[in-house]
Structure formats: C-alpha cells, structure tokens
C-alpha cells in the first residue's frame, strides 16, 4: 500500500511541476540498486553541476497519442484507425496512415492521408480524428507500402504564384 501511495505522489508532483530529468533518474538509480551493492561516482570536479536534460510533462488535455485513434468522415463514416505517421526529415508531420475499410482486419488497407486533412473534432474531446475527405475518395486511394513511394491523399495543390507584372510606363 505504501508503494502505491508513493507512486501516486510522485506521478502527481510531477503533473504540478516540472521536474529535472537528471533528478528523475538519480532518484530511479537509487530505488533500483540494492543496498549491498555500492556504485562509484562519476568523477566530476567538486565545482562543476551535473548538465541538466530539459524536460516537459504534458497532461492529459492538451496531447495525445495518435497510434489507434479512429478516423471518421465528415459524416460520421467510420473509416478506419491510424496505425502510423509519417514524417519528413525535419521532423514536420506530414501523413497520417490509416488502415482503411475492411472487417475485422479482413480486408483491410493502408492509406496515407495528409496531416493538413485531418483534424480533431472542434467540441468533445479528442477521441478520434475527422477526415476532411469523402469515404468514396478513400476507398479510390492507393495503398501505402512501406519502402515504395508514398501518395497522400488529400495533399493540397500549392497555387503556382504568378510573376508580378512588370510597371507600365
């Protein structure tokens, strides 16, 4: 019982204040080793600090996983679960990929759909993901494969900007 009671005033400090990560793992270093056995220090000079690692803690209404939360249409069609993301190289979100349509995993398909056609539903919680695209339009989509190349669908055709003209005399 008093692990418990631990546990939860240590999960509850956390979620009120940020705390060092560097001090989260000494006190883990310290819970797991056992008595008996004695670690040498790390040699540090006595006026250098240890470098603190910058941490966040994020509750529970502000973020959330993504991995299997259900997509739906914009008419509340069930249109399948995203099962990853993809990312580009600076790490911007870029598609979502869904496992779409089937029945009981039978039947089933991948479908990678932008990030900028999906979004949370503006009241309730964020339980689930609206697609801003047609079931019909899913169902046409390619099927992603890892390892081969990627069409997302409902990427937004950027406008080709027209030269300015030029002044008139």
């Known amino acids: 019982m008093r692990k418990i009671l631990a546990f939860a005033c240590a999960v509850l ?4 204040a940020p705390i060092p990560l560097s001090a989260l793992l000494r006190a883990q270093e310290g819970a797991v080793a056992p008595p008996s056995e004695a670690r040498p220090a790390p040699a540090q000079p006595d006026d250098a600090a240890p470098p603190e690692t910058p941490a966040t803690v994020l509750n529970d209404a502000g973020a959330v996983a993504l991995l299997g939360k259900p997509v739906q249409s914009l008419k509340a069609e069930d249109l399948g679960r995203v099962v990853d993301v993809i990312t580009d190289r600076s790490g911007l ?20 759909v932008d990030w ?7 009241k309730g919680g964020m339980d689930r ?3 801003d695209l047609p079931r019909d ?14 069409v997302v669908l409902g990427a937004p055709v950027q406008p080709v900007e027209a030269a300015p003209a030029p002044p008139k005399p």
């Open 93 to 112: 979100l870029r598609a979502a990929v869904i496992d779409f349509g089937g029945y009981l995993g039978v039947g089933a398909r991948k479908i990678a």
């Open 116 to 122: 900028r056609a999906l979004h949370f539903p503006e």
């Open 13 to 16: 400090s956390l979620w009120v």
């Open 129 to 131: 993901l609206i697609a």
């Open 137 to 150: 339009q899913l169902r046409a989509a390619p099927v992603y494969k890892e390892g081969e190349p990627i």
